[in-house]
């Protein structure tokens, strides 16, 4: 029998249906970054520093009460103690002039015992202002992992509904399935839609016994040898780098700029650029070369930030800004690259498999900055260290550009061989079959 490309070339490259499951598509992920950036702001800490009650203190001592502290090379005051109010009150009472009469870095510190004073400067109030969310970490964090999560599951909620609605069913993976005539009424609605005349039998000749119906795939199907498991671990590696990356550079974006909406506003910027160099790779490169460049463009980006002088902020911005360019484009890059690996039996399972490794990646990035508090680079440096390994893991990963999509099982394991493309191998005497006609 001949492939689906075939059977179905009569209904064109793009039609009306071809562009009303696009826009669908689109429309279902749409509400997704509501759920997810809004943490941008919602849960962003607003400067703060401790209350202090309405208490007898001269001016120089209400101006000296809360410590200063240097916080990556700045001078700044302390966000999360005090001088004890105690013993300022007495001092103040006694005429005693700070700095001059009395040693500030001898004086007895304390927590906000009084609650804190956050400034409205910029927003009237967050999640974190509301809640008391600052000085004590171990309950910040968990916080914003929970709105995260419940904003990504409305957002996914929301599209599935649409999708269940309005999507139909593909027809490649119903015939996988043996469900011949429900991929016949599909494909003829298809055609109507597209304004082409349907053959008279579409599937001739295609039955439950010619299909991989039998094939009962599954999550453990990924795993059953080592070529298949092999694939699926290095694309569970990439696929959490690049989540881990994009979430963690994404929820960073209201410390880029003194200024938090021009801050998500380049960063919402950047990833035009990156999607239209996406789009522009799938149609022009191979696959497995255009992940490891712009895996090796994000990494080394985010790891010469260290090198940047104090003085230009800016140029760290710009780097940290290329490096989610890069991770953006191989974002996009994944989900084609990963359908067009795997056949039809195992697709949707292996997207699905690889998508939810990538959680676990973004579920880590709002812990991910808070390294940063110790070692300002630390963050940076993971994130580049990570995109390394995975650049060169992608290495061993078989290239799809320019082949017809597998359908069977068989028919990935007669792809390219996991080894390195760097690796002289023997010419084949003879031209290698990539698919039988089996079908």
């Known amino acids: 029998m001949r492939d689906y490309e075939d059977i179905t070339a009569f209904l ?3 039609g009306q249906f071809q562009s009303n499951v696009f826009f669908l598509l689109c429309a279902s992920v749409f509400p997704n970054g509501f759920g997810a ?11 703060h520093h ?8 001269t001016e120089d001592w209400h101006k000296a009460v809360i410590p200063i502290e240097v916080v990556n090379g700045k001078r700044e005051l302390s966000r999360c103690s005090r001088y004890k109010l105690d013993v300022v009150r007495n001092l103040s009472a006694q005429g005693y002039i700070p700095g001059r009469d009395v040693n500030l870095t001898d004086l007895e510190q304390e927590g906000c015992v009084d609650g804190w004073s956050y400034s409205k400067d910029i927003y009237q109030s967050t999640v974190v202002s509301e809640f008391d969310l600052v000085c004590s970490e171990q309950w910040k964090q968990p916080f914003t992992s929970m709105v995260y999560f419940l904003g990504v599951f409305l957002g996914s909620f929301l599209s599935g509904q649409l999708s269940d609605r309005l999507i139909p069913e593909s027809p490649r993976w119903l015939l996988s399935r043996g469900r011949v005539d429900e991929a016949d009424a599909i494909v003829r609605d298809a055609a109507k839609k597209n304004k082409v005349e349907a053959p008279e039998v579409i599937f001739e000749g295609y039955n439950a016994d010619q299909t991989q119906a039998k094939e009962h795939c599954n999550f453990f199907s990924l795993l059953r040898t080592s070529n298949i498991r092999n694939t699926t671990v290095i694309l569970s590696l990439v696929w959490f780098t690049l989540s881990t990356g994009y979430f963690g550079l994404s929820l960073n ?3 880029l700029h003194a200024d938090p909406y021009l801050s998500c506003f380049i960063s919402a910027a950047v990833e035009v650029p990156a999607y239209i160099s996406s789009w522009l790779a799938l149609r022009s490169l191979p696959r497995r070369v255009s992940v490891i460049c712009i895996l090796l463009l994000g990494g080394v980006s985010l790891c010469l930030i260290q090198a940047v002088p104090q003085g230009l902020s800016g140029l760290s911005v710009a780097l940290e800004m ?5 991770i953006t484009t191989g974002t996009a890059l994944m989900f084609a690259y990963t359908a067009e690996i795997y056949p039809t039996v195992l ?7 690889c998508t939810t490794v990538s959680r676990v990646g ?3 990035a709002p812990f991910l900055f808070q390294f940063g508090i110790n070692f300002r680079y630390l963050p940076y440096i993971i994130l580049g260290t990570l995109s390394g390994v995975s650049a060169f893991a992608t290495l061993f990963l078989p290239e799809s550009f ?13 792809r390219e061989s996991m080894t390195c493309p760097f690796i002289t191998r023997k010419k084949h005497s003879k031209p290698v079959v990539l698919f039988e006609n089996k079908l």
């Open 50 to 57: 401790c209350l202090i009650p309405e208490v007898n203190l």
């Open 402 to 414: 320019g082949q017809p999509l597998p359908q069977t099982i068989e028919q990935m394991h007669k």
């Open 12 to 14: 064109g490259q793009w």
């Open 362 to 364: 973004s579920c880590i």
């Open 347 to 353: 697709r949707n399972t292996a997207t699905g498999t």
């Open 253 to 255: 974006t209201s410390r």
């Open 322 to 326: 290329l490096g989610k360019c890069g």
């Open 37 to 47: 950036f809004s943490l941008v702001f919602l849960t962003d800490v607003p400067s």
